[in-house]
């Protein structure tokens, strides 16, 4: 759940807290770039632009989670969203340090294709694998995680951790950190019996 759900809910709510920095952050860039500071209704734009992009690439990664779990199995699905995770977290990281806030909104595009991604294959992952017994306990981790998520997201703004101005850019590629769990642990796990049995033809592996 940590390296599935739990990061959308992550990314949903870790937004919230840098908003002001994030504007001023706009606005001194684009002072930089065009020697001219940006109309209140610029900087609301760019700033809806950056909010709401996450679900549009949520709905790319949500429509591109059937095709690549029976492609390539649910584990080998889940550990490519890893490579939208890092590189959005990479993006929205050394935004700052390159004055660019077009690489928020690209690492935050990335992020939702992740988001999209994990949420959808790890329902699908955690069912096939659990017990009968346990099949409906199992399924509700996707909702305990996303709600997880976004009260570890809630906490990493306080003022007290990351919600301050000099660290808002570390709080925005946190994403990272659940992916690299993932990137350690999960190919140690078994891939979905239903995946080994209906799409390899592999009864073997399933039993």
Known sequence: ???????????????NS??????????????KRFGSPPSAEMITLMWSFIVSI??????????????????FGRKQAMLFSNIPALLGAALMGLSRLCGSFEMIIAGRLFSGVCGGLAQNIHIMYAGECAPRKLRGLIAITASTS?????????????REVLGVEALWPILLAANALPALVQLLTLPFFPDSPRYLLIDKKDKEGCI
């Open 1 to 15: 759940g940590i390296t599935g759900a739990f990061r959308y809910g992550l990314q949903v709510s870790i937004i």
């Open 18 to 31: 840098p908003a002001e920095y994030i504007k001023t952050f706009i606005s001194e860039t684009w002072l």
């Open 54 to 71: 996450y679900s549009i690439g949520g709905l790319l990664g949500s429509s591109s989670a059937g095709y690549l779990s029976v492609r």
């Open 146 to 158: 996303i709600a997880a998520g976004k009260f570890i997201g809630f906490a990493l703004g306080l």
